[in-house]
């Protein structure tokens, strides 16, 4: 039986890219010889092992050149040359999002027999914050190299529709970054952790703390309240991660947690009473966003509350899982917040345990075998 080498590739040093994780264990499960290959940057080791799979982060000797339009040119170039010449000859790329899809057609080019797997977390081209010039560039790149793909996957039902409405892409594939199902009880980390009171609720925002995820507006919110009852937790980091810390020193009720690795989120997760994506709705990436926190407030049972988002208000009110935030704006949050902390949580159990059955990473799984078990001979 033929073993194709798969080359996962991602432009982050791989701590805690869960979606990477999940797929290279799936993809080596179905036969593949996977090595995921990351960027050396931070406290990381250049070689490592994941579960068994091998993990090379590329040293990008540019990378120590200050900021800016130019250096960051110069830096990206060192990293196509490094990442094609250094993995052009293996037998499939899984591209993760479009710098590294750019760069696997660019890889194509010198080994035509190179199959790619375009796998488009975001909505690209809509991304919050790119340049209009950029936004032209990536769409002529995906309208004229997409179809040479041998799979188009992404993380919505909102971004497939709007890759097959601009793209004619024909079959995109959904594949949920959803966790894996995993049975977890309520406890009491975060309230043992923050000595938050046992009859307080505990508002969890877990992720990356950064632009157009809403920070701003939850910490201007629950600094305002500053409500014994009513705390905000938040875990994760990112570029804002230095005002949440200041908000936390100043406000009894915020609290900020360093991310936690993917195999113990699920029980910290539970140790809250209510989930919080407030992710802005400044560009359609953003307005068709999937988070991966949806899903996992869903695995540990854990309810809502969610700005206005397209796909996620769509499963929120199919499953009766939460609330939505009418407005992106101070008093809508309070308004909501207090209401939802003031009902019975337990009322949305029923649908959180249908979600938690339909939305799991061994649901997710076999869309990812079908496209590679036809890579096997």
């Known amino acids: 039986m033929n073993h194709p080498r798969v080359a996962n590739i991602v432009l982050n040093n791989f701590t805690n890219d869960n979606r990477v994780y999940k797929t290279s264990r799936t993809l080596r499960d179905v036969g593949m010889e996977v090595e995921i290959v990351a960027l050396l940057k931070g406290d990381v080791p250049e070689f490592d092992q994941s579960d068994g799979i091998p993990v090379r982060r590329i040293r990008i000797r540019s ?177 804002h991660e230095g005002l949440c810390a200041k908000a936390a020193e100043r406000c009894d009720s915020i609290h900020l947690r360093p991310p936690v690795p993917y195999h113990e989120l699920i029980q910290y997760t539970a140790s809250a009473d209510i989930g919080v994506i407030s992710t802005q709705n400044l560009c359609l990436n953003n307005w068709f966003c999937m988070p991966n926190k949806l899903f996992e407030y869903i695995q540990a049972g854990v309810p809502v509350l969610c700005n206005d988002l397209h796909d996620c208000r769509l499963i929120i009110e199919r499953y009766s899982l939460g609330e939505i935030i009418p407005e992106y704006q101070t008093d809508a949050l309070e308004a909501t917040a207090r209401s939802m902390a003031s009902m019975e949580l337990q009322s949305y159990q029923a649908g959180l345990k249908k979600a938690k059955d339909d939305f799991n990473w061994q649901s997710e799984e076999p869309k990812l075998r079908k496209i590679y078990q036809r890579f096997i001979c």
């Open 63 to 239: 990378m120590a050149l200050p900021e800016g339009l130019i250096w960051g040119g110069i830096k990206y170039l060192e990293i196509i040359a490094r990442i094609v010449l250094g993995y052009r000859k293996m037998d499939v790329w899984h591209c993760n999002d479009f710098e590294i899809f750019f760069m696997g057609v660019l890889a194509k080019m010198t080994n035509p027999s190179l199959k790619l797997v375009y796998d488009s977390h975001e909505y690209q081209s809509e991304r919050y914050g790119k340049h209009p010039l950029e936004k032209v560039f990536i769409r002529s790149m995906e309208r004229w190299f997409i179809h040479r793909t041998e799979a188009f996957i992404t993380v919505s039902e909102g971004i497939a529709h709007e890759y097959t409405k601009r793209f004619k892409v024909a079959n995109p594939v959904v594949v949920y970054n959803s966790p894996h199902r995993v049975e977890v009880t309520p406890n009491t980390l975060l309230r043992d952790q923050f000595a938050i009171p046992e009859d307080a609720i505990i508002f969890l925002y877990q992720g990356g703390l950064a632009v157009s995820r809403g920070i701003e507006l939850l910490l201007e919110t629950f600094e305002r309240m500053n409500d014994p009852n009513l705390h905000l937790v938040l875990m994760g980091s990112g570029t």
